[in-house]
């Protein structure tokens, strides 16, 4: 018996419906048929699978419909199963099958959340290959475009990920060790990867979870060491590095025009000592801020 099919049993034998066994039985059957909560069934089957004779299937089916004070959750009163249609006496919604569907513990929970984020991924997927066939085949003035149901769509089929890719976050997590990065990043690279399906960011399958995780790991540790070079909280040098430029040019300007500067327009010979003293202390400047400059900022 699985884990999951433990707890509910055990959740049901320690309830009210502790020593009624037909109700328990009939009860678990229907569990299994519900699907989102729903187990549109008749009593004959349930009858069949089980082997409580049809009578005896109706009495527990109606005390399951009963209210119940005693019952650990009071939604419907305490009703384990509503009846869908009032027409007919049998296939019933379950009042709380998101807490039986939960029951098998945090790899089911991680499992589900999964199953939504690719069911979300595949769709979005979906509707952007579909707006590209659109635009690729639709000739102007078209009418409007019939719908599609994308890969894995609407059926919600259990997500499959590729093999040698973790199929829970603790799996992926074991392998931080190895690579020597933390859970959380861990954590982080395997819900991004699996909101994809098990795929990379172009869509190709990973199929060596340890060697994806190092690759990522490296690329966080480049930037990083990116931020920390560039300055703190990530900002970029360029605006430093387009001011030191500035500066550049306009001592460059000022040789250019400079009293001392044999090749300027107002070149004098007779300038005095002090003036090719600012000369020399221009050239000086350009070369220091030339060196800062492919020295990406720093003070040689």
Request: one cysteine or more; hydrophobic letters at 30%.
């Amino acid at each position: 018996m699985s884990t999951a099919y433990a707890k509910i049993f055990e959740s049901l034998f320690d309830g009210s419906l502790r020593g009624m066994s037909d109700p328990i039985l009939v009860f678990v059957n229907i569990l299994t048929h519900a699907r989102n909560g729903i187990a549109d069934i008749h009593f004959k089957k349930i009858s069949d699978e089980t082997g409580v004779p049809i009578d005896r299937v109706k009495s527990a089916c109606s005390l399951l419909e009963q209210p119940d004070p005693d019952s650990r959750t009071p939604d419907e009163e305490g009703r384990r199963i509503v009846r869908l249609d009032d027409h007919r006496d049998w296939g019933w919604r379950v009042v709380n099958a998101r807490k039986y569907r939960f029951l098998g513990g945090q790899d089911d929970r991680t499992k589900e959340l999964t199953r939504i984020r690719v069911e979300e991924y595949r769709k979005r997927k979906g509707e952007k290959a579909a707006l590209r066939n659109v635009t690729e085949t639709l000739p102007s003035g078209s009418g409007s475009v019939p719908g599609s149901v994308p890969e894995g769509g609407a059926g919600g089929t259990p997500v499959e990920f590729p093999p040698g890719f973790p199929p829970s976050v603790d799996d992926a997590v074991s392998h931080a060790a190895f690579v020597g990065c933390d859970p959380v990043f861990a954590t982080t690279v395997w819900n991004l990867a699996a909101g994809r399906g098990g795929r990379d960011s172009r869509d190709v399958p990973v199929r060596r979870w340890r060697n994806y995780l190092q690759t990522q790991w490296t690329y966080e540790q480049e930037r990083r060491n990116k931020e920390k070079i560039n300055g703190t909280n990530g900002h970029s040098r360029a605006p430093f590095i387009n001011e030191l430029k500035a500066q550049m040019d306009a001592k460059q300007r000022q040789i250019d025009s400079h009293i001392a500067n044999p090749q300027s327009i107002t070149y004098r010979k007779n300038c005095t000592d002090l003036e090719k003293a600012s000369l020399r202390q221009l050239r000086k400047d350009i070369v220091e801020l030339n060196n800062r400059i492919a020295n990406g900022g720093k003070s040689a």
